[in-house]
């Protein structure tokens, strides 16, 4: 049997085509996504995320769902309503692409102010280490203001927790309030299956954030985003000077005070690594995280002076200095002097705390905008992260 010339030709067509068709729709499969919900749950590396969120929406062009008046929180600890967004009208199509600012999740309210396709995805933490942080940064809540340490508060927690207070859900269950569910709910297998369901049923990701970089790794092929998308700078980071080391007698009293936090997070915790295994694979994962790593100590040395972050006091422009709350000391970062134009304005933007970026994005958004007749009071605007 003898290949005729004519027969090479073919199979050459055919294979080109083959291949055009397959890049095509590799491409229709993965096209970037603009359409996005992140529930910023407190304390879980939430506001490194929301960079990242407004880094790429500011690149792209996209819209922001931002409370109205241009606060940094969508009227929480309310339940979520569509009717907190700027720009939001029940008669008007308008939809934003991305929602990112602290709420309490209410997913029919949300699903007014986005596309129906919009993905969406929240970050998870330790309930240990996040109540330690919640002490800390919420110190001047009714629940922690009292108590001269967290082993004093967890020793009688119902002398100085009342659900009745309006700010007592930094002190129990957080991340079950911030999902919209009752903290105070006695714990059951019913009631903890149903809250499972639910959330799984409304996000298509749950991050973790021991594990921010495989985190973002998830994130980025869910997205369809490349890696300069997803590099980050950790943000909103306490001084050790303010963190506080848990024996593990507290550790094992702290789990128990916030049950139901502890068995969202035991839960997906679970399925974050069985998506890796059957997305992704141990391997390609840890070539992933490489490459990430590689290219955030690449920006770091380009971007910073030092080797990272410093104390709010060492922090030179003022623009750059973040939000000091309760007892905690949340370090910043300083630019290296003499960058590029361009290279200035990438690094800025990846160390811009939340309040200071929130407020030129939402300016941007509003430019041509008249100013707003109806002035929310400081509660409304949620002045208070
Ligand atoms: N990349 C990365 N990886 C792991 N952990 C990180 C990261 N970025 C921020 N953090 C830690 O997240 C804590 C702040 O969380 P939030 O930004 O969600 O807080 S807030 O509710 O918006 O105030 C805060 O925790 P504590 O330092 O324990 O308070 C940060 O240190």
Redesign the pocket.
Known sequence: YRCQPGGLWVFFSLLILFLVMFQVAEKLQCEPKTDIVFL?????????VMNILFRFGETHNLTFAFPNGGGNQLFYPRHFLASFVQGFSPWSPQRFNILCHHMRFLQPEVQKVVSSSAVYFSILRNPV?LM??SF??YKGTSAFSRARSLEEFLSQPYHYYNPANSDSHYAKNLMTFDFGFNPDGEVTAERVQLMLNIIEASFDLLLI?EY?DESMVLLKEMLCWDLDSIV?F?????DSST?SPLPDTIVEKIKDWNRLDWEIYIYFNRTFWERIDRDIGRERMQQEVKALRDRQAELARTCLQGTGSVAPKDIKDSSLRPLQHGN?KILGYNLKQGLHKEMEHTCRRLVTP?LQYSSILYKKQFAQKQPQTHQPSPEQTGQT?
Do not use: D, G, M, W
């Open positions: 910023k749950v407190h304390k879980s590396a939430s506001s490194t280490q330690e942080s800390v940064y954030s921010f980050s950790p943000l909103n980071i306490r963190k905690a939340e992260p």
